[in-house]
């Protein structure tokens, strides 16, 4: 039985090093990722599938698909590689796990079909043919989270998501790990090592996986704009999808906390009082603490801030009302604000199309619900830093922080630094650079990073 065993791991390595080596021949860029995963033979699975550090294979499964066609191993090899490169195993989050799987097997596939390379060559069905052309209505780049947002949009039946699921599946997506607590090392692959596995040491590791495959995501990246003239077409359309996948991402609520002003605010100072001092009065005299609460505190909060909106053609009122309603769910947190404060939302194309005062909570909700975009010209970015320059010497703030510009990215910007911190934020898609002056700061969105929450409600 041993031997047996010993015989099914043998071929299906084999079979594995084999549809490797080929695909190296093929795009020599791979080199570093094809590196990064060992093999395993698992008999948990009926097919094959990674959980980010081994290819586990079912060895029959592997055999059979071999035989009917070595290209459809070699597909798959790459199938389950990119889904390490572009981690996907790892940026599901609280997402709908049937949704999820399907987008990611849709974008990999995507960029496999696009692939001129013989030993991952098959001829593309019309339904996949349809389906990229219907994702195209909507994204420049086939990424898996922006082929989510748009499955979750669409009013597809069960049975054309089945059809779906049917086309797109090569892998095994059950031995990925769980990120709920990090606590599933599939116990079906490995019961002794589960049991050993505190969960903090299995989200440990999960995390030297994904940094792991972030480095080589990055490198690939690198390879590829190396040398991308001599490869051609072989590349296909990996480095954009690379670009984006390895963009900076952004916690927008962190980010708005460079525009805070350490401040006194009345609330309960917990930090500075002593309750041992408090209970022992309670104790001894009844109702005479030996000493109070501090009622005051130095809290760190926004106070005043401009928010510029882009209201030029090239921003549709979508991505303008996506962006609001992101930075609206961050400010009705009182956590963000002082009691008291002042955000000017100002509305400009080519010119300042309306100035809204908000010094409220409820202001900053009624605003919300009858928003609507002023202005559809040309975009020039000077016109507002006029203005704001003018509300100060008018004596209209006290302490202005910062001033947020969301943007598409085409402007003129003011030649001289102004007397506040100011960040761009850029709504733009695919691998598309944006640049700002030396004295911006600078963040780049996604209609994915702002609509992935709308579309989950």
Same mark, same amino acid.
């Given at each position: 039985?041993?031997?047996? =065993?010993?015989?099914?791991?043998a071929i299906g390595k084999n079979i594995l090093q084999s549809s490797r080596n080929e695909l190296y021949l093929s795009m020599r860029f791979l080199?570093?990722?094809?590196?990064?995963?060992?093999?395993?033979?698992?008999?948990?699975?009926?097919?094959?599938?990674?959980?980010?550090?081994?290819?586990?294979?079912?060895?029959?499964?592997? $055999?059979?698909?071999?035989?009917?066609?070595?290209?459809?191993?070699?597909?798959?090899?790459?199938?389950?590689?990119?889904?390490?490169?572009?981690?996907?195993?790892?940026?599901?989050?609280?997402? =709908?796990?049937?949704?999820?799987?399907?987008?990611?097997?849709?974008?990999?596939?995507?960029?496999?079909?696009?692939?001129?390379? &013989?030993?991952?060559?098959?001829?593309?069905? /019309?339904?996949?043919?349809?389906?990229?052309?219907?994702?195209?209505?909507?994204?420049?780049?086939?990424?898996?989270?922006?082929?989510?947002?748009?499955?979750?949009?669409?009013?597809?039946?069960?049975?054309?998501?089945?059809?779906?699921?049917?086309?797109?599946?090569?892998?095994?997506?059950?031995?990925?790990?769980?990120?709920?607590?990090g606590e599933n090392e599939n116990p079906q692959n490995n019961p002794q090592q589960s049991q050993q596995n505190t969960p903090e040491q299995n989200?440990?590791?999960?995390?030297?996986?994904?940094?792991?495959?972030?480095?080589?995501? @990055?490198?690939?990246?690198?390879?590829?704009?190396?040398?991308?003239?001599?490869?051609?077409?072989?590349?296909?359309?990996?480095?954009?999808?690379?670009?984006?996948?390895?963009?900076?991402?952004?916690?927008?609520?962190?980010?708005?906390?460079?525009?805070?002003?350490?401040?006194?605010?009345?609330?309960?100072?917990?930090?500075?009082?002593?309750?041992?001092?408090?209970?022992?009065?309670?104790?001894?005299?009844?109702?005479? !603490?030996?000493?109070?609460?501090?009622?005051?505190?130095?809290?760190?909060?926004?106070? @005043?801030?401009?928010?510029?909106?882009?209201?030029?053609?090239?921003?549709?009122?979508?991505?303008?009302?996506?962006?609001?309603?992101?930075t609206y769910n961050i400010l009705q947190s009182k956590e963000s604000f002082f009691q008291k404060f002042q955000i000017h939302i100002v509305q400009?194309?080519?010119?300042?199309?309306?100035? $809204?005062?908000?010094?409220?909570?409820?202001?900053?909700?009624?605003?919300?619900?009858?928003?609507?975009?002023?202005?559809?010209?040309?975009?020039?970015?000077?016109?507002?830093?006029?203005?704001?320059?003018?509300?100060?010497?008018?004596?209209?703030?006290?302490?202005?922080?910062?001033?947020?510009?969301?943007?598409?990215?085409?402007?003129?910007?003011?030649?001289?630094? !102004?007397?506040? /911190?100011?960040?761009?934020?850029?709504? $733009?898609?695919?691998?598309?650079?944006?640049?700002? &002056? &030396?004295?911006?700061?600078?963040?780049?969105?996604? !209609?994915?990073?702002?609509?992935?929450?709308?579309?989950?409600?």
């Open positions: 039985m041993n031997d047996l =065993k010993q015989q099914l791991i080199d570093i990722a094809l590196s990064g995963l060992e093999y395993e033979m698992n008999l948990s699975t009926l097919y094959v599938g990674t959980d980010g550090s081994k290819i586990l294979f079912n060895p029959r499964y592997l $055999t059979q698909l071999y035989q009917n066609d070595a290209i459809l191993v070699n597909r798959a090899y790459m199938h389950m590689l990119l889904h390490c490169v572009f981690r996907h195993m790892f940026h599901r989050n609280k997402r =709908k796990e049937d949704y999820w799987n399907l987008a990611c097997d849709i974008a990999v596939e995507s960029m496999i079909d696009r692939l001129q390379v &013989p030993a991952l060559r098959m001829t593309v069905s /019309d339904m996949r043919e349809e389906t990229y052309a219907l994702m195209g209505k909507k994204l420049n780049v086939f990424t898996a989270e922006g082929i989510y947002i748009q499955l979750l949009s669409m009013s597809v039946s069960e049975l054309q998501l089945l059809k779906l699921r049917k086309e797109f599946w090569v892998d095994d997506h059950s031995l990925w790990q769980s990120d709920e607590d989200s440990a590791k999960q995390q030297q996986l994904l940094q792991k495959w972030q480095d080589i995501s @990055e490198k690939m990246k690198t390879n590829l704009e190396t040398f991308q003239k001599d490869m051609g077409q072989e590349a296909g359309d990996l480095l954009s999808h690379l670009k984006v996948e390895n963009r900076q991402r952004y916690d927008y609520r962190r980010f708005l906390e460079k525009f805070v002003t350490l401040k006194e605010e009345i609330q309960l100072d917990e930090d500075a009082f002593d309750t041992v001092f408090y209970t022992y009065g309670l104790h001894m005299y009844g109702n005479m !603490p030996l000493i109070e609460a501090l009622e005051y505190k130095e809290v760190e909060k926004i106070e @005043e801030l401009v928010i510029a909106i882009d209201t030029s053609e090239s921003c549709s009122d979508g991505m303008i009302k996506g962006f609001l309603e992101e400009c194309d080519a010119d300042i199309q309306s100035d $809204t005062l908000i010094t409220d909570y409820l202001q900053l909700q009624k605003y919300m619900e009858s928003f609507a975009v002023k202005g559809a010209g040309g975009t020039d970015f000077r016109p507002v830093f006029a203005y704001v320059d003018k509300l100060i010497e008018e004596k209209k703030f006290k302490n202005l922080k910062g001033l947020i510009y969301f943007t598409d990215g085409y402007g003129t910007f003011p030649k001289k630094r !102004p007397a506040y /911190d100011t960040a761009f934020v850029f709504m $733009t898609q695919g691998d598309r650079t944006v640049t700002v &002056p &030396p004295w911006a700061m600078k963040v780049i969105l996604t !209609p994915e990073d702002l609509q992935i929450k709308e579309a989950e409600k």
